[in-house]
């Protein structure tokens, strides 16, 4: 044996550290796990893949890196714009066969190409992002998406009397998710929430690395291992499986390889609220 190669004991060792993790997502204890390194960021990382078709950090993300640093790198690279708004290029007509109305909340949304995008299609945008250097204001918010407050806070008394009682509620047709899912702390509690604030018909739109290209690309191989970003990773299964456990009709879901995208190795959902 080579001086450089480990023992079997330092290996069987190594083995001992990979404990059982529940998967955030079925309740399961998983034991399979990938040690990733990250040499650009010099971060280590330890993710579980669970049989329920996610796989998640071993730890939650610290969501510090948020700020006009890393907007500029969505924005500055080569053909940022194009493949920035492709997705809504792509999906909006579909989208637009299925609903009438027309307000939107891209939520993370980072940049602001899908909701220029939208608006000059015709669309109501507003925006959510966790950005602390968000430019917050009109149609603009800056918070988290899970506890942030969307309903309208009217002055007039009688107009704030019928928000209290739900008879005024604030909804958006289309919720517009483009690797956002992914970076929740709890993204059953975001799915829900998206359940709440679209109407009946209403659609959402989620896009998120897909952790089935792994068995393509190999661990080493797959980029979303995000150690301070993201927390739980979906297979297309595991994405509509939990879509629809919530109520929602699934329209199209599909698997994407193509750098036309802002992001690609990753899964395109597009579900619909029933309207009856």
Sequence with gaps: MKESEPSSKSTEK?????????CPICKTPSVLAYGMHDPKKKQDSLWYHCQCGVAFQSEYPSHDVYDKVYTAEYIGFKEAKLRGEYAARLYAPLIEELIYSRNMLDVG?????????MEDRGWNVWGIDINKDTDAGGNKYKGDFLTYD?????????????VEKGKIKRTFDLIFMSHVLEHFNDPLAA???????????GVLFIAVPDVDFIFKLSPAGFPHWTKKEH???????????????IGFKVIM???NFSSRFISWYDVHLLAQRPYF
């Design 14 to 22: 190594e083995l001992l550290k990979v404990i059982p993790k529940v």
């Design 109 to 117: 949304f980072n940049t602001p190409y899908v909701m220029d995008y």
């Design 150 to 162: 969307f309903q309208p806070k009217p002055r007039d008394k009688a107009m704030k009397e019928l």
């Design 191 to 201: 799915l829900r929430k998206c359940w709440n604030l679209i109407p009946d018909g």
């Design 231 to 245: 927390y739980v990773l979906w297979n297309e299964r595991a994405l509509r499986r939990e879509v629809e456990r």
């Design 253 to 255: 879901s599909r698997r």
